[in-house]
């Protein structure tokens, strides 16, 4: 799972294109979370997954 969300630099949303920001078209980068521990980090982090893909319809 490590390394699948990007986030986009202009808007700040995250997103699992690799290569561009789809709702910005602007450049993406892998996230750095302050301070969490693991678990909190993959918890949070499968949130956002399971949210981004009911949101992004590919
Ligand atoms: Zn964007």
Do not use: N
Not at 13 to 29: E, H, N
Request: glycine residues 6%; positive net charge.
């Amino acid at each position: 799972m490590k390394g699948i969300l990007r986030k986009c630099v202009k808007c700040g949303r995250y997103t699992l294109k690799q290569d561009k920001c789809p709702y910005c078209g602007s450049k993406v980068v892998v996230p750095h979370p302050p301070k969490f521990s693991p678990e909190d980090k993959y918890r949070k982090y499968r949130y956002l997954a399971k949210k981004i893909a009911g949101i992004i319809p590919e």
